[in-house]
């Protein structure tokens, strides 16, 4: 948890330093009884915020038995990963992939559109796919 340093940092010399304020943006990508099937643009929103990203995740409501799940997200039209997020078989998230997302671009724009693509649906049984978007806000 935060502690009273952090306190002060964010507000160093009584303004607000929003790079210092951790933030999430979770979204559901699928629903949880359909199987999900390689697709682009199976979910869109825009930026509600500008923000630095440090990692992207995925998770999933049911396994794919066999097979590589992965997605890759899209934010200004371009995807933001150097190396897709992946979901091994059997397992439900990203987070104990073998090989871990790696992000290219971490500057995400105010207003910017993001998109979410399945780039690989594994053995094509997987269901309720969530991205969680995490970093800090821009200044």
Do not use: H
């Not at 210092?20 to 099937?37: F, Q």
């Not at 724009?109 to 997987?126: M, Y």
């Amino acid at each position: 948890g935060a502690d009273v340093t952090d306190s002060v940092n964010v507000m160093a010399a009584g303004a607000l330093d929003k790079t210092l304020i951790p933030t999430e943006i979770m979204t559901a990508a699928s629903d949880e009884i359909t199987a999900i099937v390689t697709a682009t643009d199976v979910m869109q929103f825009r930026m509600p915020y500008a923000m630095t990203g440090s990692e992207i995740r995925a998770s999933l409501g049911s396994a794919c038995a066999t097979g590589t799940f992965t997605v890759d997200v899209n934010v200004g039209g371009a995807t933001v990963l150097s190396t897709k997020v992946t979901v091994d078989a059997t397992e439900k998230t990203s987070t104990t992939a073998a090989i871990p997302a790696v992000l290219s671009v971490t500057a995400w724009a105010d207003d910017d559109p993001v998109s979410i693509d399945i780039d690989n649906q594994g053995d094509g049984t997987a269901t309720g796919l969530k991205i969680t978007m995490i970093g800090t806000r821009s200044a």
